[in-house]
C-alpha cells in the first residue's frame, strides 16, 4: 500500500504536466469503453445490414419489374392511339362532305392527338424514372428504398442505429488517432527542448 501512495502523487503533477487530469483519463477509458461496445454491436448488427441489403434488393426487383410492366403497357396504348389516328387520317370527310362532319372529325382527330401527347408524357416520365438519377443513387432505388423503409418501420430504425453507431465508431477512430499524434508531437517537442544544450 505504501507504494500506491508514493505513486500517486507522483501521477499528479506528470498529468498536469501533460495537460490531462484523472477525469480526462476517466472520459477516455469511458469512450473505450463505448468503442468497444460499439464494435461487438457492428459485429452483432451484420445480420442487419444483411437482412436490409437483401429486403433493399428485393424491393429495388420489384420497382423494377413495375416500371417495366408499366412502360410495356403504355408502349402499346402509344400503338394502338397512332393506329387510330392513322385510320381517322385515311377516313377524312370528302371535299363535298357537310361542315358539321368536318368539325365532328376535326374534333376527334384533337382529341386522339391530346391523347397521344399524354401517352407520350407518361412514356416518358416512366423512362426518366426508370433511368433518372436522384440525389443519392437512381430514382428507381430511391422509390424502393423510401417503399421499404415506410413498409418495414423497424428494419429502417435497426439500420438507421446502425450506420449512426458505425459513423460514431469512425469519428472517434479519428479522434484517437489525432490525440496519438498530437501526444507524439508533444512527446517530440519535449525530448527536442530536453536535448539542447543551454
Not at 74 to 81: C, F, G, H, I, K
Not at 130 to 142: A, I, V, Y
Request: positive net charge.
Amino acid at each position: 500500500m505504501g507504494s500506491i501512495r508514493t505513486q500517486a502523487p507522483a501521477r499528479g503533477p506528470q498529468a498536469g504536466q501533460g495537460g490531462g487530469t484523472v477525469d480526462q483519463a476517466a472520459n477516455s477509458l469511458l469512450e473505450a469503453a463505448e468503442s468497444l461496445e460499439q464494435q461487438h454491436s457492428l459485429l452483432d448488427s451484420a445480420p442487419i445490414e444483411q437482412t436490409y441489403q437483401e429486403t433493399l434488393v428485393a424491393y429495388v426487383q420489384s420497382k423494377h419489374d413495375q416500371v417495366e410492366r408499366i412502360e410495356v403497357r403504355l408502349e402499346a396504348l402509344v400503338d394502338r392511339q397512332q393506329a387510330r389516328l392513322q385510320q381517322m387520317r385515311l377516313r377524312s370527310p370528302g371535299f363535298l362532305s357537310l361542315p358539321s362532319t368536318k368539325r365532328a372529325w376535326q374534333t376527334r382527330q384533337a382529341q386522339c392527338r391530346a391523347r397521344l401527347q399524354v401517352l407520350h408524357y407518361r412514356l416518358d416520365a416512366v423512362r426518366e424514372i426508370r433511368d433518372g438519377m436522384g440525389l443519392h443513387s437512381p430514382k428507381l432505388e430511391e422509390l424502393a428504398t423510401r417503399k421499404m423503409r415506410a413498409e418495414n418501420p423497424e428494419l429502417a430504425s435497426d439500420w438507421d442505429a446502425l450506420r449512426l453507431a458505425v459513423s460514431q465508431h469512425e469519428a472517434f477512430v479519428k479522434k484517437q488517432a489525432q490525440e496519438q499524434k498530437q501526444a507524439q508531437s508533444r512527446g517530440q517537442r519535449l525530448s527536442q527542448g530536453l536535448s539542447r544544450p543551454k
